[in-house]
């Protein structure tokens, strides 16, 4: 089921968001050191914005957008907080990219990006088929060729929080027009929060950080 943006505006207003680590991903900051972070870049589900952050401060020209208005003012504070005062962050719906003003050319077309980053986003439709449908069309319709999606998505192989998804589920949503490259075992790094306490206590904690298992899977706009 997907969410509305006052459900994820909750989690931020609220300081209850598990994702929120205040750090990149270790997974996506392996992806940039082994140099799959290419031209322009897209990172939809920004959030709290670390990863639009980290690559802006690498020099990348990066686009941050949210659904969640509370998640980029909390993006923009952080930018400034750590001296990136120059990443930028949208309210854009993810489902409608291609729709979204602030990522037109002057001329009126769709700016297209050579590298989407996602990170825990398209986990979020997993149990929603056609809002999944709908999101991958969006990322074709903004996704340039030869671009890559790099898709980092909670696992369904162990007991956990979030919505975790089999790996079939990411096969078989990038269809006609994708090519999927790899997709590999992973691991995300989430924050116990009180509302994933209870899922978490079995789980090996550190600073009150905890690794889940996760899929990343980077696939091409053929």
């Known amino acids: 089921m997907t969410r509305a943006a006052e459900f994820w505006d909750s989690a931020y207003d609220n300081d209850t968001a598990p994702w929120v680590i205040g750090e990149p991903q270790p997974a996506i900051v392996g992806l940039e050191q082994a140099g799959w972070i290419r031209g322009r870049v897209l990172d939809p589900g920004a959030g709290a914005g670390e990863h639009t952050i980290a690559l802006t401060r690498l020099g990348y020209d990066v686009r941050g957008v ?45 700016v297209e990006f050579d590298t989407i980053v996602d990170s825990a986003l398209f986990h ?57 490259e790899d997709l590999q075992p992973a691991r995300y790094r989430g924050r116990v929060t009180p509302g994933v306490a209870e899922a978490a206590a079995a ?14 899977a980077r696939i091409r706009r053929i």
């Open 124 to 180: 979020v439709f997993g149990d929603a088929p056609e809002a999944r449908a709908e999101y991958v069309r969006s990322l074709a319709a903004v996704c340039a060729p030869g671009g890559r999606v790099h898709v980092l998505a909670l696992s369904d192989r162990e007991a956990g929080f979030g919505p975790r998804i089999s790996d079939s589920v990411i096969r078989e949503s990038f269809g006609e027009g994708w090519e999927l």
């Open 66 to 110: 949210d659904l969640s208005p509370s998640a980029v003012e909390h993006a923009r504070r952080n930018a400034v907080e750590q001296g990136v005062a120059g990443a930028r962050f949208d309210v854009v719906d993810a489902l409608r990219l291609s729709e979204a003003a602030v990522l037109a050319e002057k001329d009126g077309g769709t």
């Open 203 to 216: 789980m090996e904690q550190h600073d009150g950080r905890v690794d889940v298992v996760a899929w990343l």
